[in-house]
């Protein structure tokens, strides 16, 4: 019988391992999630932003206007839940109607862990 070649040097195996495709398996999953947890609170901020935008170029004549106009655009928006009229700053300057907000989101991610989103904005 003749002895079967043996290669002098193995070769390296490549590729990726069932446990490095569980561990990126697991980062992307939490990436999603925490994708899908925190679009809703900025598509929340967009819309904020909008209605503030829209009410200062209707230009009201006074602050309490400014807030009643404010919560009617919060009417109907159904996706503004987390700021009202009575949170506005309301100032003028150079004969403008600026109207600034700020307000915080809690975003539970696993019970005793959550995320704290921070958003603040004012009238262009």
Known sequence: MIPAK?????RAQRG?????LLFWAIVIGFLG????????TLNEYLTVQRAVDRVAAE?????????????????????????????????????RIVIRFAYEKEIPI??????????KGRSK
């Not at 043996?6 to 193995?10: G, L, M, N, V, W």
């Not at 999630?33 to 809703?40: K, Q, T």
């Open 6 to 10: 043996i290669p002098s040097k193995a």
């Open 16 to 20: 990726v391992s069932l446990i490095g």
């Open 33 to 40: 999630y925490l994708a899908v947890r925190v679009l809703p």
């Open 59 to 95: 230009s009201p004549p006074t602050v309490g206007e400014v807030r009643k106009a404010f919560d009617r655009q919060k009417d109907i928006e159904y996706s503004i839940s987390s700021i009202s009229g009575k949170d506005l700053e309301i100032t003028k300057e150079n004969d």
């Open 110 to 119: 696993v019970e005793p862990v959550y995320l704290l989103m921070k958003y």
